[in-house]
């Protein structure tokens, strides 16, 4: 029989914070919600932030008074709400109106005399250059005399041009939540990401991992532009022109595999496969696919799929910038006419817009087949049927979008239909789009959905861009659709995209609803969302995913009623669990895993025959018994 890949765990941090639970998602929707939820998200980003602490439910100032819950929201409300999403980027990055720079200077001797000055003798340039005349001073000082031209490079400060991206909630620091060791930012962001999302399953790891084979459990996971920041790549390719020296961990991690490594290491202490699969900002879709794959064909029974990413750093905002890529101060101003910049508009999809805004998000969901999910009695949150991969063939531009988005999209439609029919795509489900805010991603992105819908006889789709509210994280975008998409289907609310104030008129949209308020469908009353990226290189993808009423209707087909009933049982324990580790998260205590240097593996203790492999920790061998794929050509 046919394995669904269902999700039951999911997690991670973005600029609206939490993921697991759905929290992120109802900062998105905060203006919707019940008063009720409305504090509950409040509180848990007044702790994430520091702005109180809370120690057994009690919330505490910074001047060690005791808050009520209502004092805590009715005092931070608007700090919250200001210090999330997309924003000014914050000096805890960089200061945007003073990015360190070197300015080169070329000094010319005067005709009476050259330039003097004195070095130490350790300061002196290996070889002297031929113009420097030298003398002693001491034993340790030297005295500098050039005649012609020297050139030096001086610290300088410029304002940068793109000052805006979506970042983590203010005050809140992943380096906190665990012994960091001078990782950099992308990988402690893998670490909490992986941790939020396993501590979500609401049981302990070593029960997934008793359940299977050592080599059914697989992590796949990468981030798209490695690790650029002084304690990965950024800082070993700097170094030389610093006069610094290269670290012994800057290079190895700022690998872009490293997230899956570090998920590996010192999250889930897996001996399993492992893949780091990077498409542009498809990344996530991409590893997404192949454990959808692996768990479909029987390969794999449990897979942790995601990506982090930490790109708001001065290089990477110079590079998309030097491309025309990203929303400026300036185009902004004369969008809207303005002196003034409006930064928490800056990304607007499908409005008038001039180019993307760059954030950092980590974001993981934990996949098993639905076999071993109704055996540990799994809380479902829904489906993923299919992700759909193709390229743009032949092009002129590299990063201009192309053909094969209309294939992916095509394709994903017609599979989820023919497994909810007809009524469900028309009426129940709707896009998540790239939504990148770029100009040509408004025409060619909504001609593409409305074309489809076309063909699908498909009127008024909803399309929402999860982009408006947290910006563009390059390599975890399409998770943190996929994590708004588990939102919808909890609570029916699909986001507006409300950083527009209209559609624009070149987009194609007679079959599509992009509204710029909260659509409200009803909590359990949308059956499927389509998950569509475009990333740079002509790499699309889209993904069908399925909500959990579809899946249990599915399963209620597949198992008897006795096993069902049982399994319901079994959930409610593990529903009670969970929903303890998100209380407590949501007051600040994230309980992250990190386990270094534990539980290691001793390889004298690892028993091998020729039919398994035994490995220390580990309730079940490896299988060697393995049949010959290839019998029918010998």
């Known amino acids: 029989m046919s394995l669904l890949p269902v999700i039951v765990g999911f997690g991670g941090f973005n600029a609206a914070g939490r993921s697991s639970f759905h929290h992120a998602y109802k900062r998105m929707v905060i203006e919707s919600l019940p008063e009720n ?35 805590v929201v009715s005092r931070f409300s608007v700090q919250i709400l200001n210090s999330t999403l997309i924003r000014k980027i914050e000096k805890s990055h960089f200061d945007v109106d003073a990015v360190h720079w070197q300015k080169s200077i070329t000094m010319h001797s005067t005709d009476k005399q050259g330039i003097c000055f004195e070095l130490t003798r350790k300061q002196l340039p290996d070889p002297v250059p031929t113009n420097w005349q030298i003398s002693d001073i001491d034993t340790d000082t030297v005295k500098i005399e050039i005649t012609g031209e020297v050139e030096f490079k001086t610290d300088s400060y410029r304002e940068s041009s793109v000052k805006v991206a979506g970042q983590l909630p203010s005050g809140f620091n992943p380096e906190d939540h665990y012994n960091a060791r001078f990782h950099p930012r992308g990988l402690q962001m893998a670490i909490m990401g992986a941790s939020d999302a396993v501590r979500s399953l609401g049981m302990e790891w070593k029960t997934v991992v008793d359940a299977v084979k050592p080599d059914e459990i697989g992590v796949y996971a990468s981030s798209g532009m490695s690790q650029l920041d002084e304690n990965g790549n950024g800082g070993m390719l700097q170094s030389r022109l610093k006069g610094a020296r290269v670290s012994a961990k800057q290079c190895p991690l700022g690998l872009n595999s490293m997230p899956a490594d570090f998920v590996n290491a010192y999250v889930l202490g897996s001996v399993g496969h492992t893949s780091a699969i990077a498409g542009a900002c498809a990344s996530f879709l991409y590893n997404l696919r192949a454990a959808v794959e692996d768990i479909s064909n029987g390969t794999r029974r449990v897979a942790v799929v995601g990506n982090a990413e930490a790109p708001v750093l001065p290089e990477i905002i110079d590079g998309y910038a030097t491309m025309g890529a990203l929303a400026s101060d300036e185009n902004l101003k004369r969008l809207d006419k303005t002196d003034t910049v ?14 993307f805004t760059i954030a950092e998000s980590t974001q993981y969901v934990v996949l098993m087949d639905d076999a071993l999910a109704v055996e540990l009695g799994a809380d479902i ?29 095509a394709k994903a439609v017609a599979a989820a239909k023919a497994i909810v029919g007809d009524e469900a795509i028309r009426e129940r489900s709707f896009i998540q789009a790239h939504g990148s805010s770029t100009p040509a991603n408004r025409i060619t992105e909504s001609k593409i959905f409305d074309e489809v819908a076309n063909i699908f006889d498909i009127k008024d789709w909803p399309v929402t861009a999860p982009k408006a509210y947290v910006g563009h994280s390059l390599a975890p975008a399409s998770g943190e659709q996929l994590m708004v998409s588990l939102g919808v289907f909890k609570h029916g609310l699909i986001p507006g995209i409300k950083t527009i ?3 624009a008129d070149d987009v194609f949209d007679e079959r599509l609803n992009i509204s710029t308020t909260d659509i409200d469908k009803g909590a359990g009353n949308v059956d499927v969302a389509f998950l569509n990226s475009k990333g740079f290189g002509g790499n699309n993808a889209t993904a069908s995913v399925l909500s959990p009423k579809i899946v249990e209707g599915m399963l209620a087909k597949k198992y008897s009623k006795q096993v069902m009933t049982d399994y319901e049982t079994r959930r409610d324990q593990v529903r009670e669990k969970a929903n303890a580790y998100d209380q407590q998260a949501n007051q600040g205590h994230f309980n992250t895993i990190y386990h270094f240097g534990q539980d290691l593996i001793d390889e004298n203790d690892i028993q091998m025959t020729a039919q398994e492999i035994r490995l220390p920790g580990f309730a079940n061998p490896i299988d060697l018994n393995l049949s010959n794929r290839f019998k029918d050509m010998i």
């Open 37 to 71: 939820e409305r504090q509950e998200t409040m509180l848990g980003l007044a702790a994430m932030m520091k702005l109180v602490r809370c120690e057994n439910g009690i919330y505490i100032d910074d001047n060690e008074q005791s808050l009520t819950p209502q004092e």
């Open 342 to 355: 409006d930064h928490r508009r800056a990304s607007r999809p499908f409005g008038e817009n001039c180019g």
């Open 381 to 409: 949150h829904g489906a993923v049927s299919d992700v759909f991969i193709n390229a743009d063939g032949y092009k002129k531009s590299i990063s201009a979008p192309g053909p094969g988005n209309y294939i992916t999209m």
């Open 501 to 503: 104030d209209k559609v």
